[in-house]
């Protein structure tokens, strides 16, 4: 199913290539996303510039009554979803935390995001338990710190 808030804070974070504007509108088409701007979007041709296709997005989104989020609302969205994916194990433990590190390094320009991002994420533990992995050698305490990170990163993705 299309995540269509998903998608605009890809769009917000400049994580969508232009390129695939229009296989995303097309997925959203067949998963049921009706809407003028969508199926114009699906139809696009090779010929509709990087800015009409954009726009076209944009429309699509605001007629599905999506409006894109604030810079800072599209970071925590997105750190949500990793987190979600690592608690219903679409990611790894390691990918997801990797993911979401990568995700606060690209904002650290944003003053809301010093340290370990918005404090309304609560990545704290997270990182903390993800650090003293490094100095376990028991497989078994290393298993329990991987599940105590899924159990924070379902907390993460619930909020």
Same mark, same amino acid.
């Given at each position: 199913?299309?995540?269509?808030?998903?998608?605009?804070?890809?769009? #917000?974070?400049?994580?969508?290539? +232009?390129?695939?504007?229009?296989?995303? @509108?097309?997925?959203? !088409?067949? /998963? *049921? =996303?009706?809407?003028?701007?969508?199926?114009?979007?699906?139809?696009?041709?090779?010929?509709?510039?990087?800015?009409?296709?954009?726009?076209?997005?944009?429309?699509?989104?605001?007629?599905?009554?999506?409006?894109?989020?604030?810079?800072?609302?599209?970071? #925590?969205?997105?750190?949500?979803? +990793?987190?979600?994916?690592?608690?219903? @194990?679409?990611?790894? !433990?390691? /990918? *997801? =935390?990797?993911?979401?590190?990568?995700?606060?390094?690209?904002?650290?320009?944003?003053?809301?995001?010093?340290?370990?991002?918005?404090?309304?994420?609560?990545?704290?533990?997270?990182?903390?338990?993800?650090?003293?992995?490094?100095?376990?050698?028991?497989?078994?305490?290393?298993?329990?710190?991987?599940?105590?990170?899924?159990?924070?990163?379902?907390?993460?993705?619930?909020?």
């Amino acid at each position: 199913m299309t995540d269509l808030k998903l998608l605009a804070a890809k769009y #917000v974070l400049d994580d969508l290539d +232009v390129d695939k504007l229009r296989e995303i @509108a097309v997925d959203a !088409v067949c /998963d *049921g =996303v009706d809407g003028r701007s969508m199926v114009f979007l699906a139809g696009a041709t090779p010929a509709d510039t990087p800015a009409d296709l954009r726009e076209l997005f944009v429309s699509a989104l605001r007629e599905q009554g999506v409006q894109l989020p604030s810079t800072l609302d599209a970071m #925590v969205h997105l750190i949500q979803h +990793v987190a979600s994916d690592v608690a219903e @194990a679409r990611r790894s !433990v390691s /990918d *997801g =935390v990797g993911e979401i590190g990568y995700l606060l390094h690209c904002a650290e320009h944003d003053a809301d995001f010093v340290g370990t991002g918005d404090p309304r994420l609560g990545l704290e533990r997270v990182f903390a338990l993800h650090h003293s992995a490094d100095a376990v050698h028991s497989a078994q305490r290393r298993l329990e710190i991987d599940a105590a990170i899924i159990k924070e990163c379902a907390a993460i993705g619930r909020r």
